[in-house]
């Protein structure tokens, strides 16, 4: 079964690619958009959103939270508790944990998310050892988890919309998702339960509830920086021709893609394309298509409710033959 879009139907997808054609023909070129387009310079781009994305969590963990004892989820949660009982540096500790999900994001997402993935550590550790001296901004307890919630949020979100992570929980989640019914969001809601049950007997129970409502701030905050926290991301594609793009999303991200004809009112014959992929390999796929087709149509939309193996990757044997020239018809869910 298909899965429930929270935007317009899919159906309306060829009219709405027809208006923004028209829409984008009559403005003129700007020097913005070359900018955008050339290829060094949104790689410096890139990673400036994730260094800024970083610089705002260090101040938000170093100033705001870790002066007050406050935690968060995932691995950063437990380098917190770690260093709050030793007083190693944060940013050391938290590369540390991360360091073995480096390799597993290139084997499941790519070897550019795991290239960035591993300079957000590194840039991680420098920015919270460089403010890890500095005195707390407040110490009154809810202004520190509601600015620190705040912050932390819109960091962590800025990172993942430059295509980087620095907490590994979501990649384990997923691969745990894959080999069985239980979602990625059930993964990590369970995993930080986990923390903060602990938290609760470290540090007591009001810790733990102010460390949760942190939790709770910075998850929203992800929520309308990032595009969103859910699963899995349904991606429809309108472009001249489909199939060189669809071979490299099977090559570099395994996933099967389903191909439809399209007509646009004014342009005619076109081809649509219908894939299921996971957020973190979002900003890959998107530069997959910008390679093939700069001037194709693209829509993204999270997904309500997805009812068989939509998002599972086609096993590393196949990609393997297809890069060594095996023929495949992209398609099949």
Known sequence: MTPT??????????????????????????????????????????????????????????????????????????????????????????????????????????????????????????????????????????????????????????????????????????????????????VILIFNLIIFTVAAFLFGVDRALLSLLTYYIASRIIDKVEEGLDTAKQVIVITDDAEPIADEIYKRLGRTVTISSARGLVSGKKEMMYVVITRLELPELREIVHESDASAFITISDVNEIIGKHVQKVEPAVVEELEGGESFVPGDH
Not at 96 to 117: S, T
């Open 5 to 186: 879009p929270k935007g317009n139907e899919a159906a309306s997808l060829p009219f709405l690619y027809e208006n923004n054609e028209k829409e984008h023909k009559s403005l003129p070129a700007t020097s913005l958009q070359s900018i955008r387009e050339h290829p060094v310079l949104k790689i410096v781009l890139k990673y400036f959103v994730v260094t800024l994305g970083i610089l705002i969590d260090a101040i938000a963990l170093e100033l705001f939270l870790v002066p007050n004892h406050v935690l968060d989820g995932g691995l950063t949660g437990i380098s917190l508790m770690i260093e709050y009982k030793t007083d190693w540096p944060l940013g050391l500790i938290v590369s540390a944990f991360n360091l073995p999900f480096i390799f597993l994001g290139m084997r499941q997402v790519g070897k550019r998310f795991a290239f960035a993935y591993a300079y957000a550590l590194v840039i991680f550790t420098i920015f919270t050892q460089a403010f890890h001296h500095v005195g707390a901004i407040t110490e009154n307890e809810l202004l520190s988890i509601a600015f620190g919630g705040f912050l932390l949020g819109a960091g962590v979100g800025l990172v993942l919309r430059g295509g980087a992570c620095i907490d590994g929980t979501e990649l384990v989640a997923l691969m745990i998702s894959r080999k069985s019914n239980i979602s990625t969001g059930q």
